[in-house]
């Protein structure tokens, strides 16, 4: 079994900072790419940043300059440094992997989900 289980979420006024984490843990052999996506009341789950195992990283244009994504193999953790923070960017935000089990099996995993709310 893999869990990811994500922390860091909660309320924040607009311009405010706050860092997701997000850690997997179970029958790992190897992540691939690591991901945190975000979904707004009524909206689509979009998807907000993406790191590959070597680092290369990607954004969504609406968090571009704001956003940071990382992550420490080591410790087969991601985070979401988020600054700049405008109401907009209110949504829950879940944590995706795509991970090598010890049972040799590629799947996407997914976290529980965080609360981010980012008041006016």
């Known amino acids: 079994q893999v869990q990811l289980v994500e922390s860091g979420g909660g309320l924040v006024q607009a311009g405010g900072s706050l860092r997701l984490s997000c850690a997997a843990s179970?029958?790992?052999?190897?992540?691939?790419?690591m991901r945190w996506y975000r979904q707004a009341p009524g909206k689509q789950r979009e998807l907000v940043a993406s790191?590959?195992?070597?680092?290369?990283?990607n954004y969504a244009d609406s968090v571009k300059g704001r956003f940071t994504i990382s992550r420490d193999n080591a410790k087969n953790t991601v985070y979401l440094q988020m600054n700049s923070l405008k109401p907009e960017d209110t949504a829950v935000y879940y944590c995706?992997?795509?991970?090598?089990?010890?049972?040799?099996?590629?799947?996407?995993?997914w976290g529980q989900g965080t609360q981010v709310t980012v008041s006016s």
């Open positions: 995706n992997a795509g991970i090598f089990t010890l049972q040799r099996i590629w799947s996407d995993f």
């Open positions: 179970g029958s790992i052999f190897r992540i691939n790419d």
């Open positions: 790191i590959t195992s070597g680092g290369s990283t």
